[in-house]
């Protein structure tokens, strides 16, 4: 079992960068895929960025490819989601989630725990 904690966050403006964690429970944090996506409203939930379990392979929406960097720190059980010149586009709830599924996972079904999520609003 997994818990997952997102912080950080906020109201910013068009251009500006925030920096998302997710703090997760367990000893076994390191086994897991872990994974970004956001749900603006009246969407669906959609995928932005997952990394694997030691962070030598990311993947990413094409939509924030170039802008967004996912990391992690397994000393930390967090991983992050760097978000740099940020668009009102941008403007979502942001959830963090685990998956024990290895290779490419961007599906909202190949994540087995999700976080609360946390609101970023970009105003322009």
């Known amino acids: 079992q997994v818990q997952l904690v997102e912080s950080g966050g906020g109201l910013v403006q068009a251009g500006d960068s925030l920096r998302l964690s997710c703090a997760a429970s367990?000893?076994?944090?390191?086994?897991?895929?872990m994974g970004w996506f956001r749900q603006a409203p009246g969407e669906e939930r959609e995928f932005v960025a997952a990394?694997?379990?030691?962070?030598?392979?990311?993947y990413y929406a094409d939509s924030v490819k170039g802008r967004f960097t996912i990391s992690r720190d397994n000393a930390k059980n967090t991983v992050y989601l760097q978000m740099n010149s940020l668009k009102p586009e941008d403007t979502a709830v942001y959830y963090c989630?685990?998956?024990?599924?290895?290779?490419?996972?961007?599906?909202?079904?190949?994540?087995?725990?999700w976080g609360q999520g946390t609101q970023v609003t970009v105003s322009s």
């Open positions: 989630a685990a998956s024990r599924l290895s290779g490419i996972v961007a599906a909202t079904s190949m994540f087995d725990y």
């Open positions: 990394i694997n379990w030691s962070g030598g392979s990311t």
């Open positions: 367990g000893r076994t944090f390191n086994s897991y895929r």
